[in-house]
């Protein structure tokens, strides 16, 4: 599976758009990229993937650039309760194993 | 539904003592693995199971034996407790052909 980089943290204030990072330089044409966050020492939590096309959900959208090199998660209003350490993974759709990375840890301040 | 549930919610061991880290999910999904975390770094992979009587090593297995003998229950055995051990731990499931996993709460265990 393709190894990720994302930057180790961000902040972002109440009520903006939080645009989070993510390079995958080295991914392959069969593997997705997923976003995980994980809010203070809590079980991760899924929260969007995609392959080739942007996507949109109700938690966030996911912004693929056309080479699938990088990608961008919006959160569009964030909150107190975005803040989070979020995960950038590339993962083929028949692999077994995520590879979380360190994340991003992001602040959101009021 | 409970969803993924893990026992207990935190451990303390001696060096050499052994245990079961337990884990079990009521949805049905085929798939269950075992990461743990430890601090400042993400989560890494122990062991994994894509169906009963089917299990595989991850990233870092070695210290850590696993069983799937139902679809619902996924325990994690450490045979022999060691310092560099103390982790936390979790375990999540899905279901095969979807891509969502689910996390458990987390087990906090210190090894002394």
């Known amino acids: 599976d393709a190894k990720t980089t994302q930057p180790p943290s961000m902040d972002c204030a109440e009520g903006r758009a939080a645009n989070l990072p993510c390079n995958h330089s080295t991914i392959s044409g069969n593997e997705y990229v997923y976003w995980y966050r994980q809010i203070h020492s809590q079980g991760p939590q899924y929260i969007i993937h995609g392959l080739k096309n942007n996507e949109t959900n109700e938690m966030a959208s996911l912004i693929i650039t056309e080479d699938r090199k990088s990608s961008t998660l919006i959160l569009p209003h964030a909150t107190l309760r975005d803040t989070a350490v979020y995960y950038c993974i590339v993962r083929a759709n028949t692999g077994n194993q995520f590879y979380f990375g360190t994340g991003t840890s992001l602040t959101v301040i009021p | 539904n409970a969803g993924v549930t893990q026992t207990p919610k935190f451990q303390v061991l001696k060096t050499g003592q052994s245990m079961t880290l337990q884990c079990a999910q009521d949805m049905n999904h085929e798939y269950m693995s075992w990461y743990r975390q430890d601090p400042g770094m993400g989560l890494r992979l122990i062991h994994y199971s894509v169906g009963a009587g089917i299990t595989d090593q991850g990233e870092v297995p070695n210290g850590y034996n696993v069983s799937r003998s139902t679809t619902e229950d996924f325990p994690l055995r450490l045979l022999s407790a060691a310092p560099s051990q103390t982790s936390v731990y979790f375990c999540?499931?899905?279901?095969?052909?979807?891509?969502?996993?689910?996390f458990g709460p987390g087990t906090r265990l210190l090894v002394l």
């Open positions: 999540a499931s899905r279901f095969d052909r979807e891509e969502t996993q689910y």
